[in-house]
C-alpha cells in the first residue's frame, strides 16, 4: 500500500459511518485482505460481499441496513 493510498483509505474511514448490524444490532467493522474488502459483523458475523475499496464495502453493508 503506498502512502497516498493509505491516506485514502484513512480519508474513506473517517467519513464512512457503517451502520450497526440489521441481524443484531451488533457493530460492524470493515476487513481488508488479499485487496478486497468486506464489511461484517463481529457479533453474529453476517457479511457483505468482497467488494474493490473501503468504501464499496461500506456502501454495500448501509444499503442492506433495515431497521
Ligand atoms: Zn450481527
Known amino acids: 500500500m503506498t502512502f497516498d493510498e493509505f ?3 484513512k480519508d474513506d474511514i473517517s467519513i464512512i459511518k ?3 448490524c ?5 457493530h460492524a467493522e470493515i476487513l481488508i485482505g488479499l485487496g478486497e474488502y468486506w464489511a461484517h459483523c463481529v457479533i453474529c ?3 457483505t460481499k468482497m ?3 473501503y468504501y464499496h464495502a461500506s456502501e454495500a453493508w448501509n444499503r442492506r441496513y433495515k431497521p
Do not use: I
Not at 440489521?22 to 451488533?26: N, R, S
Open 7 to 9: 491516506k485514502q483509505l
Open 45 to 47: 458475523t453476517a457479511s
Open 51 to 53: 467488494e474493490n475499496s
Open 18 to 20: 457503517l451502520r450497526h
Open 22 to 26: 440489521p441481524f443484531c444490532g451488533g
